[in-house]
C-alpha cells in the first residue's frame, strides 16, 4: 500500500535529498520546492482517502504549516520532528491521529528506555510510532538521528524490533542512504524489515516506479508500507502518477476484501 507523505522544511513543502540534510545549508540538495501550502496536499490526501501518511518538520520554523496539515486532515497524518513529552499531546489534540519519535527516544547514540516508556505511557501503545531511520555501516543497519547524520549504537534486528514493538503501534523507516535519489528502494533492509517486523511498518527512500509500490506490497506480506516521495508527479517527479498510487490503493482494498473479481 501506498502512503502519502508531506515534507516540511522551513515552513514549505519540499523534498530534500536525505543525505545533503545537514547543519550546513551550503549542503542542502533539494528535488522539489512546492508553491502550495501544506493545507494543498492535506486536502488531496484527504478527498482521496489516503489516511496514516506522515507530516515530518524537518528543522524549526515548520509549526504553522503542520498545524494547517492537520486541520485539513484531522485524524489523517502521523506527525514527526522534534516530538517530545512536552509537545506530543498537543499535536494529538491539533489532529494528529500519532505522532513519530525518533531523537526523544535515541540520544546521544543512545536508546533511553525510560524516555520511550513515558511517552508509551503518556500518549498511549496505540498513537506511538517509532522513527527507526537507518544507515548502513558494515553488514548492519544503524539508526540514526539528527538530519540522519548521527549514527546510534542501536542495530535494525528481528529482536530489536521485537523489543521496540511492545512499546509503539508502527515503525517508520527512512533508509537514508538512498532517500531523495530516486535509485531504488533497498531491497535488502525491506526484506529484513519484512521479515522481522511484529508491528505494520512504513518504509522510505528511493522509490522510483509503480514498480517499487508492487515490490514493497509483495515482498512486505502484507506488514510493509511505501511512502513514495520526489518520484511522484506532484512532487516535481517524472517516475510515479499520483492517480496511479491512488488506484492502486483503491485496487489492493478491493482485493483484500475479497472483491478483486472480474
Same mark, same amino acid.
Given at each position: 500500500?501506498?502512503? /502519502?507523505?508531506?515534507? &516540511?522544511?522551513?515552513?514549505?513543502?519540499?523534498?530534500?535529498?536525505?543525505?545533503?540534510?545537514? $547543519?550546513?545549508?551550503?549542503?542542502?540538495?533539494?528535488?522539489?520546492?512546492?508553491?502550495?501550502s501544506?493545507?494543498?496536499?492535506?486536502?488531496?490526501?484527504?478527498?482521496?482517502?489516503?489516511?496514516?501518511?506522515?507530516?515530518?518538520?524537518?528543522? /524549526?520554523?515548520?509549526?504553522?504549516a503542520?498545524?494547517?496539515?492537520?486541520?485539513?486532515?484531522?485524524g489523517?497524518?502521523?506527525?514527526?520532528?522534534?516530538?517530545n513529552?512536552e509537545?506530543?499531546?498537543?499535536? &494529538?489534540?491539533?489532529?494528529?491521529?500519532?505522532?513519530?519519535?525518533?531523537?526523544?527516544?535515541?540520544?546521544?547514540?543512545?536508546?533511553?528506555?525510560?524516555?520511550?516508556?513515558?511517552?508509551?505511557?503518556?500518549?498511549?501503545k496505540?498513537?506511538?510510532?517509532?522513527?527507526l531511520?537507518?544507515?548502513?555501516?558494515?553488514?548492519?543497519?544503524?539508526? !540514526?538521528?539528527?538530519?540522519?547524520?548521527?549514527?546510534?549504537?542501536?542495530?535494525i534486528?528481528?529482536?530489536?524490533?521485537?523489543?521496540?514493538?511492545?512499546?509503539?503501534?508502527?515503525? &517508520?523507516?527512512?533508509?537514508?542512504?538512498?532517500?531523495?535519489l530516486?535509485?531504488?528502494?533497498?531491497?535488502?533492509?525491506?526484506?529484513?524489515?519484512?521479515?522481522?517486523? /511484529?508491528?505494520?511498518?512504513t518504509?522510505?527512500?528511493?522509490a522510483?516506479?509503480?514498480?517499487?509500490?508492487?515490490?514493497?506490497t509483495?515482498?512486505?506480506?502484507?506488514? !510493509?508500507?511505501?511512502?513514495?516521495?520526489s518520484?511522484?508527479?506532484?512532487?516535481? $517527479?517524472?517516475?510515479?502518477?499520483?492517480q496511479?498510487? !491512488?488506484?492502486?490503493?483503491?485496487?489492493?482494498?478491493?482485493?483484500?476484501?475479497?472483491?478483486?473479481?472480474?
Amino acid at each position: 500500500m501506498f502512503r /502519502p507523505c508531506i515534507d &516540511l522544511h522551513e515552513g514549505q513543502v519540499k523534498q530534500i535529498v536525505g543525505g545533503s540534510l545537514t $547543519g550546513d545549508a551550503s549542503t542542502l540538495r533539494t528535488n522539489f520546492v512546492s508553491t502550495r501550502s501544506s493545507s494543498w496536499f492535506a486536502e488531496l490526501y484527504r478527498k482521496d482517502g489516503l489516511v496514516g501518511g506522515h507530516v515530518i518538520m524537518l528543522g /524549526p520554523g515548520n509549526e504553522e504549516a503542520a498545524l494547517e496539515a492537520l486541520g485539513t486532515f484531522p485524524g489523517g497524518f502521523h506527525l514527526g520532528g522534534g516530538i517530545n513529552h512536552e509537545n506530543a499531546i498537543h499535536y &494529538l489534540d491539533a489532529g494528529a491521529s500519532h505522532v513519530i519519535v525518533t531523537s526523544y527516544v535515541f540520544k546521544n547514540g543512545e536508546i533511553h528506555w525510560d524516555r520511550l516508556r513515558e511517552l508509551t505511557s503518556l500518549v498511549g501503545k496505540s498513537r506511538l510510532v517509532l522513527d527507526l531511520s537507518c544507515r548502513k555501516k558494515g553488514d548492519q543497519y544503524l539508526v !540514526v538521528t539528527d538530519r540522519w547524520e548521527k549514527f546510534t549504537t542501536y542495530v535494525i534486528s528481528a529482536k530489536a524490533l521485537e523489543e521496540l514493538g511492545r512499546y509503539c503501534s508502527e515503525f &517508520l523507516v527512512h533508509a537514508a542512504d538512498v532517500e531523495g535519489l530516486c535509485k531504488g528502494i533497498d531491497t535488502e533492509l525491506l526484506t529484513k524489515l519484512a521479515d522481522w517486523t /511484529p508491528i505494520p511498518l512504513t518504509y522510505a527512500g528511493g522509490a522510483n516506479s509503480l514498480a517499487d509500490l508492487e515490490t514493497v506490497t509483495r515482498l512486505g506480506k502484507g506488514k !510493509v508500507d511505501l511512502t513514495i516521495g520526489s518520484a511522484l508527479d506532484i512532487f516535481g $517527479g517524472q517516475g510515479v502518477r499520483y492517480q496511479d498510487v !491512488v488506484d492502486f490503493n483503491r485496487k489492493y482494498s478491493r482485493d483484500a476484501r475479497g472483491g478483486g473479481g472480474k
